[in-house]
T-cell receptor
């Protein structure tokens, strides 16, 4: 079945550092890809998405590009802030819109 | 626009007891989902409704879990009887329809502890 693998955390960075969280997927069809974020004490919310190969999703300074050839959707941000500390989930959605999530990566940003 | 509402936010029960969770999706959203999130893992889909019909319940442990969505709006998820391994956060989400590119909007979740 479909699956998502993302890098283990926690990832600890200093403020203004560059962030990369790796995500790779396995899918039989042509899924849509998502990054969801869970801030402390809050619910899951969509950060960005891409619906076809070579699409780039972006939001709040975060970016991810749908790479079909490497089955990847890595999350990047050029300069992280303390307020970016959260748990980040990579996910894919099949034709029926069932989300399959990775295990999540904890990001901690120190000032 | 009001978000997805869930209640209760927290529940502690003894094993073999029963428990029910309630979800009210965003108004007008046809598709409703229940996910189980065990600590340290990503959410896992339990059941998906389109209006008041079940689209996918392949990962729902039907010997103890049940869910319904009467009138295609609110939904209830029940566990009877609960086991220790059911301790998790139960998330409800909704989307306008079931196209794969649709964003799902999540509620705050219900944290269940089974003792």
């Amino acid at each position: 079945g479909d699956s998502v693998t993302q890098m283990e955390g926690p990832v600890t960075l200093s403020e203004e550092a560059f962030l990369t969280i790796n995500c790779t997927y396995t899918a039989t069809g042509y899924p849509s890809l998502f990054w969801y974020v869970q801030y402390p004490g809050e619910g899951l919310q969509l950060l960005l998405k891409a619906t076809k190969a070579d699409d780039k999703g972006s939001n709040k300074g975060f970016e991810a590009t749908y790479r079909k050839e490497t089955t990847s959707f890595h999350l990047e941000k050029g300069s992280v802030q303390v307020s970016d500390s959260a748990v980040y989930f990579c996910a894919l959605s099949d034709e029926g819109n069932k989300l399959v999530f990775g295990a999540g990566t904890i990001l901690r940003v120190k000032s | 626009e009001a978000g997805v509402a869930q209640s209760p936010r927290y529940k502690i029960i003894e094993k073999r007891q029963s428990v029910a969770f309630w979800c009210n999706p965003i108004s007008g959203h046809a598709t409703l989902y229940w996910y189980q999130q065990i600590l340290g893992q990503g959410p896992k889909l339990l059941i998906q409704f389109q209006n008041n019909g079940v689209v996918d319940d392949s990962q729902l442990p039907k010997d103890r879990f049940s869910a319904e969505r009467l009138k295609g709006v609110d939904s209830t998820l029940k566990i009877q009887p609960a086991k220790l391994e059911d301790s998790a956060v139960y998330l409800c989400a909704s989307s306008p329809h079931s196209a794969s590119y649709n964003e799902q909007f999540f509620g705050p979740g219900t944290r269940l502890t089974v003792l």
